[in-house]
Protein backbone atom coordinates (compact mmCIF):
# COMPACT_ATOMS: atom_id res chain seq x y z
CA UNK A 1 0.00 0.00 0.00
CA UNK A 2 1.17 3.29 -0.64
CA UNK A 3 0.36 6.82 1.27
CA UNK A 4 0.75 10.21 0.32
CA UNK A 5 1.03 12.96 3.00
CA UNK A 6 0.73 16.72 1.05
CA UNK A 7 1.56 19.97 3.30
CA UNK A 8 1.93 23.48 2.14
CA UNK A 9 -1.08 24.91 0.82
CA UNK A 10 -3.18 27.99 2.78
CA UNK A 11 -4.07 31.50 1.76
CA UNK A 12 -1.75 33.76 0.04
CA UNK A 13 -2.18 37.68 -1.95
CA UNK A 14 -1.17 37.92 -5.41
CA UNK A 15 2.03 37.91 -6.69
CA UNK A 16 3.37 35.86 -3.20
CA UNK A 17 4.76 32.43 -3.17
CA UNK A 18 4.14 29.33 -1.98
CA UNK A 19 5.53 25.72 -1.09
CA UNK A 20 3.91 22.89 -1.47
CA UNK A 21 5.28 19.19 -0.58
CA UNK A 22 4.39 15.33 -0.91
CA UNK A 23 6.11 12.63 0.76
CA UNK A 24 5.29 9.41 -0.40
CA UNK A 25 5.81 6.13 1.72
CA UNK A 26 4.63 2.63 1.94
CA UNK A 27 5.52 -0.74 0.02
CA UNK A 28 7.40 1.26 -2.81
CA UNK A 29 9.51 -0.62 -5.29
CA UNK A 30 10.44 1.78 -7.43
CA UNK A 31 8.56 5.63 -8.17
CA UNK A 32 8.69 7.02 -11.71
CA UNK A 33 6.85 9.93 -12.18
CA UNK A 34 5.62 12.17 -9.10
CA UNK A 35 3.59 15.47 -9.72
CA UNK A 36 1.01 18.29 -8.93
CA UNK A 37 -2.84 18.45 -10.72
CA UNK A 38 -4.86 21.17 -9.58
CA UNK A 39 -9.23 21.53 -9.69
CA UNK A 40 -10.74 24.71 -9.20
CA UNK A 41 -14.01 25.20 -8.25
CA UNK A 42 -16.66 24.07 -11.22
CA UNK A 43 -13.76 23.04 -13.69
CA UNK A 44 -11.99 19.38 -14.59
CA UNK A 45 -8.88 18.32 -12.50
CA UNK A 46 -5.81 20.05 -14.68
CA UNK A 47 -2.13 18.64 -14.82
CA UNK A 48 -0.04 21.21 -13.36
CA UNK A 49 3.87 19.99 -12.91
CA UNK A 50 5.42 16.76 -13.09
CA UNK A 51 8.87 15.59 -12.57
CA UNK A 52 9.97 12.19 -13.77
CA UNK A 53 12.37 9.93 -11.79
CA UNK A 54 15.16 11.27 -14.51
CA UNK A 55 14.41 14.42 -13.29
CA UNK A 56 13.10 16.12 -16.34
CA UNK A 57 9.91 18.06 -15.58
CA UNK A 58 6.73 19.18 -17.62
CA UNK A 59 4.39 22.03 -17.23
CA UNK A 60 1.04 23.32 -17.94
CA UNK A 61 1.64 26.17 -20.08
CA UNK A 62 -0.44 28.59 -17.29
CA UNK A 63 2.48 28.27 -14.80
CA UNK A 64 5.70 28.50 -17.07
CA UNK A 65 8.58 30.34 -15.55
CA UNK A 66 6.43 30.73 -12.05
CA UNK A 67 5.98 27.42 -10.51
CA UNK A 68 9.04 24.75 -10.50
CA UNK A 69 8.33 21.03 -9.53
CA UNK A 70 11.44 19.57 -8.36
CA UNK A 71 12.20 16.03 -5.92
CA UNK A 72 14.29 15.03 -3.41
CA UNK A 73 17.21 13.17 -3.48
CA UNK A 74 15.62 10.01 -2.76
CA UNK A 75 13.12 10.32 -4.85
CA UNK A 76 10.40 10.08 -2.64
CA UNK A 77 9.36 14.00 -2.20
CA UNK A 78 7.97 16.07 -4.40
CA UNK A 79 7.60 20.15 -4.43
CA UNK A 80 6.23 22.37 -6.08
CA UNK A 81 7.75 26.05 -6.07
CA UNK A 82 4.74 28.43 -6.72
CA UNK A 83 5.80 32.19 -7.31
CA UNK A 84 3.71 35.23 -8.68
CA UNK A 85 0.72 32.88 -7.42
CA UNK A 86 -2.64 34.74 -9.26
CA UNK A 87 -6.25 34.71 -8.47
CA UNK A 88 -6.88 32.17 -11.09
CA UNK A 89 -4.37 29.55 -9.14
CA UNK A 90 -6.71 29.18 -6.50
CA UNK A 91 -7.47 25.87 -6.75
CA UNK A 92 -7.45 22.03 -4.67
CA UNK A 93 -3.74 20.81 -5.35
CA UNK A 94 -3.17 17.39 -5.33
CA UNK A 95 -0.07 15.18 -5.34
CA UNK A 96 -0.09 12.09 -8.04
CA UNK A 97 2.72 9.08 -8.11
CA UNK A 98 3.32 6.61 -10.08
CA UNK A 99 5.46 3.78 -9.86
CA UNK A 100 5.49 0.57 -9.05
CA UNK A 101 5.13 -1.76 -5.57
CA UNK A 102 7.07 -4.47 -3.98
CA UNK A 103 3.78 -6.75 -4.36
CA UNK A 104 0.85 -5.44 -6.34
CA UNK A 105 2.47 -4.54 -9.52
CA UNK A 106 2.00 -0.74 -10.45
CA UNK A 107 0.30 1.79 -8.97
CA UNK A 108 -1.59 5.48 -9.26
CA UNK A 109 -1.73 7.50 -6.07
CA UNK A 110 -3.46 10.66 -5.11
CA UNK A 111 -2.66 12.74 -2.07
CA UNK A 112 -5.53 14.29 0.20
CA UNK A 113 -5.58 17.66 -2.02
CA UNK A 114 -4.60 21.11 -0.55
CA UNK A 115 -6.26 24.24 -0.69
CA UNK A 116 -3.90 27.20 -2.33
CA UNK A 117 -6.36 30.39 -2.29
CA UNK A 118 -5.06 33.62 -3.96
CA UNK A 119 -6.56 36.53 -3.19
CA UNK A 120 -6.13 40.01 -1.78
Known amino acids: QVQLVESGGGLVQPGGSLRLSCAAS????????MGWYRQAPGKGRELVASVARSGSTNYADSVKGRFTASRDNAKTVVFLQMNSLKPEDTAVYYCNVRGTTMSFGDFVSWGQGTQVTVSS
Open 26 to 33: GSILSINT
